[in-house]
């Protein structure tokens, strides 16, 4: 164990850690032990006073906790709100957009999204919308220039990653959306793998929506997605997918008149998911006081090392190898990658294996480099003992 590493006295407040090498952050943080707790208050303010929650506590809890989560993203408190999962986050936002401008006849997204952001908006775009892709060159980055020449005066949207989820390659995403504005385009980004891991500040970088998940670096659980929407351009939207919540006067139950609040509640729709609500907090609150900077140290230090093993090794690294524009994974694409990435599971070292780029691991702050260089040795074990053909079963997926 690494003993001059002061994040790892978080250690104890994750059980999992005591149970396996957690190598999977990227996927699914682990669970602060507060959650418990959490939820355990949760279950006692529905025992205890019913229906009289929504009152005291729960009709606010959304603006509570996305007010939590604004400081880790440079947002203002009452620019962000919580919904399920990306892809609902994502259909409110584009249901809510103006394209009825034709000239403007263009979206720009990139090859190496992540598939759910690209059916939602296959699904939301007006019929004279075309999606323009851009395709990654080689398998890990987006080429700037590709990039900033697809963006031009017909551009409506460039609806992008801001870490690629593949390879953690840190796009370049101040000069997308300085070249996106100068040509009177919007930008949304999906920072599901930078908030938490690298530092964001959505009021610097003036993007006009941001939306990202809890559940991987925040430690946060299932369930809560957070979509930004600069403060300015919050009356602009008209979602359509809405509902009572999203209405000024949710109790005045007024058939007639669906007047949008104007305050962030506009993007809500029906009753929210208190339970996942609570679940969300521990770790938000743990990584504000761990300090993403303090994070971003270490994550660079710990992806180095995965590198440097890797090329002791001589395994194909999928990911970018100058840390400034390498997120908090590094993909790894030994010999048999999908076959070694079963034996690893089966060997309790949590990483995952991603179609078209390898096997996946991703540090966080509470893991020992210890930890890091035995995924790595395992990996080297697994092909040199055939434990891999094992699972020679043909499949090809994820989990
Ligand atoms: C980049 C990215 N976006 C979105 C998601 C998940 O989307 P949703 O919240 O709709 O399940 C993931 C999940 O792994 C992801 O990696």
Same mark, same amino acid.
């Given at each position: 164990?690494?003993?001059?590493? /002061?994040?790892?006295?978080?250690? $104890? ?42 009152? &005291? ?18 947002? /203002? ?16 936002? =584009?249901?809510?957009?103006?394209? &009825?401008?034709?000239?403007?006849? +263009? ?6 999204? =992540? ?19 851009? +395709? ?28 690629? =989820? ?12 300085? +070249? ?53 351009? #919050? ?24 007047? %949008? ?31 993403? $900077?303090?994070?971003?140290? +270490? ?5 180095? %090392? ?16 100058? &840390? ?7 993909? #790894? ?31 966080? =702050? ?25 699972? %020679? ?7």
């Amino acid at each position: 164990m690494t003993t001059d590493d /002061p994040l790892l006295k978080w250690r $104890d407040e994750f059980p999992i850690l005591e149970t396996c090498h957690y190598l999977i952050s990227n996927s699914l943080g682990a669970m602060p032990r507060g959650v418990y707790d959490r939820l355990k208050h949760y279950a006692d303010t529905w025992a205890e006073q019913g229906v009289s929650a929504w009152g &005291s506590a729960w009709f606010e809890l959304n603006r509570v906790v996305s007010d939590k989560i604004a400081p880790l993203m440079g947002a /203002p408190a009452g620019s962000v709100i919580i919904h399920q999962n990306a892809s609902i986050a994502n259909s409110i936002l =584009f249901s809510a957009l103006d394209f &009825s401008d034709t000239r403007r006849n +263009k979206v720009v997204i990139t090859d190496m999204d =992540f598939p759910g952001d690209i059916y939602t908006l296959k699904a939301w775009l007006p019929s004279h919308i075309t999606l323009h892709m851009v +395709k990654t060159r080689d398998g890990i980055t987006i080429n700037t220039e590709d990039i900033l020449n697809a963006i031009d005066e017909r551009t409506r949207l460039v609806s992008i990653s801001h870490v690629l =989820f593949r390879s953690a390659y840190i796009m370049p995403v101040a000069e997308i959306i300085h +070249k996106a504005h100068q040509v009177g385009a919007q930008v949304v980004l999906n920072g599901y793998h930078s908030v938490g891991v690298i530092p964001v500040d959505v009021t610097t970088l003036n993007v006009d929506f941001y939306i990202g998940g809890v559940l991987k670096w925040l430690c946060g659980g299932p369930g809560g997605v957070f979509l930004y929407v600069r403060p300015d351009l #919050l009356n602009t939207l008209m979602p359509k997918v809405t509902g009572w919540f999203a209405h000024q006067q949710p109790f005045a139950f007024d058939v007639e008149n669906f007047v %949008l609040r104007d305050d962030i509640y506009r993007l809500m729709n029906g009753t929210p998911g208190i339970a996942s609500l609570h679940a969300i907090q521990p770790g938000v609150e743990i990584i504000a006081q761990v300090s993403v $900077d303090h994070i971003r140290q +270490k994550s660079i230090r710990q992806t180095q %090392l995965l590198i440097d093993l890797a090329d002791q090794y001589g395994y194909p690294v999928v990911s970018p190898r100058d &840390s400034a524009v390498r997120g908090g994974t590094v993909t #790894l694409n030994p010999p048999h990658s999908y076959a070694v990435s079963r034996e690893m599971l089966a060997r309790n070292i949590k990483i995952d294996y991603r179609a078209n780029a390898g096997i996946r691991i991703a540090p966080h =702050f509470y893991n020992s480099d210890e930890e890091v260089h035995t995924a790595v040795t395992t990996i080297a074990d697994i092909l040199a003992d055939g434990s891999w053909r094992r699972h %020679l079963d043909g499949r090809d997926f994820v989990t």
